[in-house]
């Protein structure tokens, strides 16, 4: 899998109805375009107003928006995962550093916290510094981790090569009634909940 942008609900219980609602919703503000690819998951060609919607840092990051003629996935373009019957832990491989979100010392043992939390979805640890008992939800895993039912990436985007918009969370809160976040994966792991 390529370096991706992945957009979520911070709360990692929340399940759409369905993926053809949040496709119309991204239709509707133009992130995505037509859909485009295979039917594992589905994925979309970037929208209209897919410039207004994410922020490209750098002074000239070199960002490939139409698919290559050989058919390859390099290019920037969405995808919607499948919603998934209980909730995934999905990371980058590479830099999952997360901290306590209360005394902000790192969290060593998230390794361990993930996999109790997919045997047990109730489970809580302890902050080995403040003693302050959380889920491995709670902690703050720095942009390089996130939760939930479903997720929408955006392919071919390095971590800090770009953002979402506050307009574009803002909408996505509004028509869930939910907080939005982020993070960045390079090479991704997913690990389902029971």
Request: aromatic letters at 12%.
């Amino acid at each position: 899998m390529s370096a991706s942008l992945v957009l979520h609900v911070r709360d990692p219980a929340y399940v759409p109805a369905s993926v053809a609602d949040m496709e119309q919703v991204l239709l509707q503000v133009g992130l995505i375009g037509k859909s485009w690819g295979d039917s594992a998951q589905q994925r979309y060609l970037i929208g209209e107003h897919f410039l207004q919607l994410v922020t490209f840092l750098g002074c000239a990051p070199a960002i490939e928006l139409e698919p290559p003629a050989k058919g390859n996935t390099e290019f920037c373009h969405v995808g919607i995962s499948g919603i998934y019957a209980a909730p995934r832990f999905v990371a980058d491989t590479q830099s999952v550093l997360p901290r306590c979100p209360h005394c902000r010392k790192r969290y060593a043992d998230w390794q361990f916290a993930i996999q109790s939390w997919r045997t047990d979805p109730a489970y809580r640890t302890h902050c080995p510094a403040c003693q302050r008992s959380l889920s491995p939800t709670e902690l703050d895993w720095c942009q390089s981790a996130g939760f939930g039912h479903f997720f929408i990436y955006i392919y071919n985007i390095y971590p800090r090569e770009a953002i979402p918009t506050e307009a574009l969370l803002n909408t996505l809160s509004k028509v869930t009634g939910l907080t939005w976040d982020y993070f960045y994966t390079r090479e991704s792991c997913e690990l389902e909940g029971d």
